[in-house]
């Protein structure tokens, strides 16, 4: 996320927290260890914070981030705008019907060697696995998204990415149709992959998230 935030805070002068979620970081057994509801109640604490001295909140997640912003509009009224950058709502994986099973099997499941590879090749930091316990939590928070995503009433851009390796883009029409309530925008990434905020559309994203930030002071 750090290199579209830095963009943010350059061209808004504006303050921006990036956050370590629990678990993140680390290892995989460590993530094992947590649920989205540590997740979350990081994620809330960190606004909470931020609002105690600033006039505004806008929330930015990617990928499952991008669940917890949009959990995150759902039940804090006071967030001024959610940005959600592909949320896996729906998914490319097989794998992901079976991790409340495989959960109690295996703790964790090789990624396949070209995503490692890849995620290499772009100098980021991730696990080469996916840890099963954490993944299966994640599903849980996906539901939940899905069963309120209906009362959202603050104003949300959805991002998706049309080359996602991860997530079915077909996730951004499915917000687009259930959000019933809230001002949209949606966004059409051509030519990013899932971690778009270090793909060759950056820019573009940074310029069309400061529109849409403007658009509702």
């Avoid at 981030?65 to 998914?91: E, K």
């Avoid at 992901?96 to 070209?114: D, G, N, R, S, T």
Wanted: glycine share 4%; hydrophobic share 45%; net charge neutral.
């Amino acid at each position: 996320m750090y290199p579209l935030a830095a963009l943010l805070h350059e061209r808004l002068d504006c303050t921006v927290s990036g956050i370590l979620l629990p678990g993140h970081g680390s290892h995989p057994r460590f993530l094992n260890r947590t649920a989205w509801t540590d997740w979350f109640n990081t994620v809330q604490d960190e606004i909470q914070y931020l609002h105690s001295s600033h006039d505004r909140v806008d929330v930015v997640g990617l990928s499952m981030g991008g669940l917890l912003a949009i959990y995150a509009g759902v039940h804090i009224p006071y967030l001024q705008s959610i940005i959600t950058i592909n949320a896996p709502i729906i998914s490319r994986f097989r794998l992901i019907v079976l991790a409340h099973l495989l959960q109690w099997v295996f703790p964790h499941f090789p990624k396949p060697k070209q995503t490692r590879a890849y995620l290499q090749g772009k100098d980021r930091f991730a696990y080469k696995v996916y840890p099963l316990k954490a993944l299966s939590s994640m599903l849980k928070l996906r539901e939940l998204v899905k069963g309120e995503i209906a009362q959202l009433t603050t104003p949300i851009l959805i991002i998706q990415a049309q080359q996602d390796e991860s997530v079915d883009p077909r996730s951004l029409e499915w917000l687009s149709q259930h959000i019933i309530k809230a001002p949209q925008d949606v966004m059409r990434l051509e030519r990013s992959e899932h971690i778009s905020t270090m793909g060759p559309e950056l820019e573009i994203i940074a310029d069309r998230v400061i529109t849409f930030l403007q658009a509702h002071e």
